[in-house]
């Protein structure tokens, strides 16, 4: 049984960082994806970040250069580390997994596997 659980969540100032960690079981398949999305309040969940078993990352304009995704395939985690966070981060985050081949690795239909989420709050 696939499982995904994230931690890493917490309350910080803008401008600080955080780094979440998702650990994946169940699930060794090495075509498979993995991203990182978020969903605010009354807001549709959008895709943060992915990456392959290869290593070979996708990004979300919104992120880029504050956010990095990596992961650690012997440990079977993925990891996203947060910079100059700002409020608009604010959100509960979740991991996704997929074993497809996905052209628009930031589009949250394409994944089938989803971990709870872990809440990330930014104030000002």
């Known amino acids: 049984q696939v499982k995904l659980v994230e931690s890493g969540g917490a309350s910080v100032q803008s401008g600080g960082s955080l780094k979440l960690s998702c650990v994946v079981s169940?699930?060794?398949?090495?075509?498979?994806?993995l991203a990182w999305f978020r969903q605010a309040p009354g807001k549709e969940r959008e895709g943060v970040a992915s990456?392959?078993?290869?290593?070979?990352?996708t990004y979300a304009d919104f992120v880029k250069g504050r956010f990095v995704i990596s992961q650690d395939n012997a440990k079977n985690t993925m990891y996203l580390q947060m910079n100059n966070l700002k409020p608009e981060d604010t959100a509960m985050y979740y991991c996704?997994?997929?074993?497809?081949?996905?052209?628009?690795?930031?589009?949250?239909?394409?994944?089938?596997?989803w971990g709870q989420g872990t809440q990330v709050t930014v104030s000002s």
């Open positions: 990456i392959d078993y290869f290593h070979d990352k």
């Open positions: 996704a997994a997929t074993p497809a081949r996905l052209q628009f690795k930031l589009s949250k239909n394409g994944y089938n596997y």
């Open positions: 169940g699930y060794t398949y090495n075509g498979r994806l």
